[in-house]
């Protein structure tokens, strides 16, 4: 019997060795996979760390930076009604008509502003009708009508003017150098008779629109562009 249970007592030694043996096997496995994962973590860290200067301060926003206005809707009709604009038409014909027409209207066609001037050029109707138009809900719609009819009116004001583009440019009057584009933009402005009286009074007879807006103002705001294709026309007619 007491061999019997000596070797009853060494079975389970020997089974409590091999459990034991098996607990330490899978607590050494779990211990190496720690040590790896604090190795991988310890490189990435020491990849986002200052001493390779990589600064990531400035990825991290405050309450404050989160914050923005949004403007009011008196704002935003206050901004729309003086837009700052520029061509980039250079000095050329297609860039006069143009800065010119987005000066009358911004550019829009269907433009007709409270005293009945209309288009993109803001056309009274009287000059319409010099040049051959008579329908302005037609003149209205057709977009190369109103660009045909600019060209045909600035021709004519160059024909009425011509003597005085000659006399006149390269001149200086109150302070501002005098060019055939500067005299022809005043023209469209406030006509080709009022443009006369203001060079040859020394820019004494002054001229403002019912918006305020100066002769003086057209001719330095449009001064120097090449007009020089404008042939000049007694009498043109669009239609």
């Known amino acids: 019997m007491k061999i019997c249970q000596i070797n009853r007592t060494f079975a389970r030694l020997n089974k ?40 990531l301060s400035h990825y991290l926003l405050d309450e404050e930076a989160l914050c923005y206005n949004v403007p009011t809707e008196d704002e935003v009709v206050e901004v729309k009604t003086d837009p700052e604009f520029q061509l980039f038409l250079g000095k050329t014909y297609i860039g006069f008509k143009e800065a010119l027409g987005f000066k009358e209207s911004q550019g829009r066609y269907s433009v007709v ?15 319409l009708r010099l040049i051959g138009i008579f329908n302005t809900d037609v003149f209205l719609r057709d977009t190369r009508l109103q660009e045909e009819a600019f060209t045909a009116n ?65 001719l330095k705001k449009f001064s120097g562009y090449d007009t020089s294709a404008i042939v000049p026309n007694k009498k043109p007619k669009v239609l």
């Not at 502003?113 to 009287?126: A, D, E, R, T």
């Not at 060019?179 to 469209?188: V, Y």
Request: aromatic share 14%; no cysteine.
């Open 113 to 127: 502003n409270k005293y009945g001037y209309i288009g993109k050029y803001q056309f009274g109707k009287s000059t």
């Open 16 to 55: 409590n060795r091999h459990y034991l043996f098996t607990i330490l096997t899978q607590m050494k496995r779990n211990y190496l996979r720690i040590s790896f994962l604090l190795l991988v973590v310890a490189i990435v860290s020491t990849g986002f760390s200052s001493r390779n200067g990589v600064d």
């Open 154 to 218: 600035t021709s004519r004001n160059k024909w009425i003017l011509r003597r005085d583009i000659k006399r006149y440019s390269g001149r200086y009057i109150g302070n501002v150098k005098v060019t055939e584009s500067g005299i022809l933009a005043a023209a469209h402005l406030a006509g080709a008779g009022n443009v006369k009286k203001y060079l040859r009074s020394g820019g004494t007879i002054v001229f403002q629109d019912a918006f305020g807006t100066t002769l003086r103002h057209y």
